[in-house]
Structures are given as C-alpha cells and as structure tokens.
C-alpha cells in the first residue's frame, strides 16, 4: 500500500504560480513513477505531468508543456508539480498517483494509488 496526500492547492490569479505538494508513506516511494492529473466537474480526469521512479524522466501533457514542471525528492518520499504562467483553464482538482511502472504514465489505468486532490483555482 501507498498512501498519498497533496497539499499546496489554493486560489491565485492568471499568470501567477503555485507548487504542489504530494507526500507518499507506506511501500517504497522510490520504486514508483509518480503522475500527476486533474479533473474539473462534469468532466473526465485528464493525464498532466509524469516521472519515473528516478526523475531523470518526466512526460507532459501539451496542454502544460513549457509551464508545469515535474519534479521528485525520493529521500523526501515527495513529487512535485510547480506551475507557472497559470491560467483559468488550469482551474481543477490535482491529484497525484503511484504507478508501479511507466510505460503508460499518460494512462490513469496504469495508477495503482491515488492521494485525494487537492483543489487549484485560477482567477482571470
């Protein structure tokens, strides 16, 4: 089992930045790939960012190329996600999850863990 929970969600203003905290406990962090998603209501949950178990390998959607980055401290059993130049489309709940491999790290399928979201609110 891996326990994950986000923090460092929270409202901010176009253009501006927040970075996003996921902190997991239990099996060994290290040995995981480590995704990051979001979802606003209505909607399905959509792929953002992904690591590998390493950090020397990191995969993002188009849509936050150039402005999210992916980052990960396994002594800290910690991923990251710090977001720049945000925009209201970026508005939606963020969660992290754990995937044993990374091969599909786009694909929430492939995620054995998730933590429980953290909500990200960007005003225009």
């Known amino acids: 089992q891996v326990q994950l929970v986000e923090s460092g969600g929270g409202l901010v203003q176009a253009g501006g930045s927040l970075r996003l905290s996921c902190a997991a406990s239990g099996r060994t962090f290290s040995s995981y790939a480590m995704g990051w998603f979001r979802q606003v209501p209505g909607k399905e949950r959509e792929f953002v960012a992904a690591?590998?178990?390493?950090?020397?390998?990191?995969n993002y959607a188009d849509s936050v190329k150039g402005r999210f980055t992916t980052s990960r401290d396994n002594a800290k059993s910690t991923v990251y996600l710090q977001m720049n130049s945000l925009k209201p489309d970026d508005t939606a709940v963020y969660y992290c999850?754990?995937?044993?491999?990374?091969?599909?790290?786009?694909?929430?399928?492939?995620?054995?863990?998730w933590g429980q979201g953290t909500q990200v609110t960007v005003s225009s």
């Open positions: 690591i590998n178990w390493s950090g020397r390998s990191t």
């Open positions: 999850a754990a995937d044993p491999y990374y091969s599909r790290n786009y694909d929430e399928t492939s995620y054995d863990y």
